[in-house]
């Protein structure tokens, strides 16, 4: 059973900083992609950026440029270096992995960055 498990979340000032990293652990085969996702209060869970073994990255357009993706695929780690963060940037953010054997999805359980002015 692959365990996905995200730390470094917390509450930070609007323009501070956070870095956010999420681990993988229990795959018998290699993970494809890794990946960040958000869900504000009220709204549908969004895009913040992907990472696929090979190091292409996606990020959410509106990101780009503040986020910052990583990876390091010998650990199953995925980091992601949030700068200049936004009240709008408050929300539980999740980590998802996909295996490459099968595609399947696995999940964190979450952590919460609050941005307060």
């Not at 990255?57 to 695929?73: E, M, P, Q, V, W």
């Amino acid at each position: 059973q692959v365990q996905v498990v995200e730390s470094g979340g917390g509450s930070v000032q609007a323009g501070g900083s956070l870095r956010l990293s999420c681990a993988a652990s229990g795959s018998r085969s290699s993970i494809a992609i890794m990946g960040w996702y958000r869900q504000a209060p009220g709204k549908q869970r969004e895009l913040v950026a992907t990472i696929t073994s090979g190091g292409t990255i996606n990020y959410a357009y509106s990101l780009k440029g503040r986020f910052t993706i990583s990876r390091d695929n010998a650990k199953n780690t995925v980091y992601l270096q949030m700068n200049s963060l936004k009240l709008e940037d408050t929300a539980v953010y999740y980590c998802k992995t996909i295996i490459a054997s099968n595609w399947s999805e696995y999940w964190g359980q979450g952590t919460q960055v609050t941005v307060s002015s």
